[in-house]
Nanobody
Framework: QVQLGESGGGLGQPGGSLRLSCGAS????????MNWFRQAPGKERELVAA????????NYAESVKGRFTISRDNAKNTLYLQMNSLKPEDTAVYYC?????????WGQGTQVTVSS
């Protein structure tokens, strides 16, 4: 059974940084398409960053390009999202998402609030 567990959320200052982690069990992050999504109150869930299993191609939403970095530690089987230059509009619940073949898995989400 695949389980994804996010951590690292919390309160961040505008202009500050936070790093989210997603520990995976039951799947191998290096062989899965791994994504970070977020959902703000009253808005649809949106893709923030993605890293492909084959070749490791990375994509970002325009709103976070140059500020967020997705990465993975294969030895720890963990996915990360480094978030710099935080803005109030980054406030949302952030979800880790894995694609293994035709199957899709979600973590429980972690709240990120950006406020002074």
């Amino acid at each position: 059974q695949v389980q994804l567990g996010e951590s690292g959320g919390g309160l961040g200052q505008p202009g500050g940084s936070l790093r989210l982690s997603c520990g995976a069990s039951g799947c191998t992050v290096s062989r899965s398409g791994m994504n970070w999504f977020r959902q703000a109150p009253g808005k649809e869930r949106e893709l923030v960053a993605a890293i492909r299993s084959t070749g490791g191609a990375i994509n970002y939403a325009e709103s976070v390009k140059g500020r967020f970095t997705i990465s993975r530690d294969n030895a720890k089987n963990t996915l990360y999202l480094q978030m710099n230059s935080l803005k109030p509009e980054d406030t949302a619940v952030y979800y880790c998402h894995a694609e293994t073949g035709r199957l899709r898995y979600w973590g429980q989400g972690t709240q990120v609030t950006v406020s002074s």
